[in-house]
Nanobody
Framework: QVQLVESGGGLVQAGGSLRLSCAAS????????MGWYRRAPGEARVFVAI???????LYATSAKGRFTISRDKAKNTVYLQMNNLRREDTAVYYC?????????WGQGTQVTVSS
């Protein structure tokens, strides 16, 4: 089992920045990739970014050029630096950890971008 705890969400004005963190604990040796997803009000959860074992990163089109995912394997922590935030980035952001036979999710952290 892997436990994930996100932090760093909050209220920010459009154009501002936030840095989300997600700390993993438990059976962290199984984790191959860690990433971020988000769910906007009334919408399905969608992919934002992923770090595949520190070797490859992928971003959703909406995140490219504004968001940066990074991972500290020694701390079992993944980060999402979000710059130039827009109102449409308002959502609950979820951390995800991929293991061979299972996926794990954090409880989510709210990001609200005001105009």
């Amino acid at each position: 089992q892997v436990q994930l705890v996100e932090s760093g969400g909050g209220l920010v004005q459009a154009g501002g920045s936030l840095r989300l963190s997600c700390a993993a604990s438990g059976d962290t040796m199984c984790i191959s990739a860690m990433g971020w997803y988000r769910r906007a009000p009334g919408e399905a959860r969608v992919f934002v970014a992923i770090d595949a074992d520190g070797e490859k990163t992928l971003y959703a089109t909406s995140a490219k050029g504004r968001f940066t995912i990074s991972r500290d394997k020694a701390k079992n922590t993944v980060y999402l630096q979000m710059n130039n935030l827009r109102r449409e980035d308002t959502a609950v952001y979820y951390c995800n950890a991929e293991c061979t036979n299972d996926d794990y999710w954090g409880q989510g952290t709210q990001v609200t971008v005001s105009s």
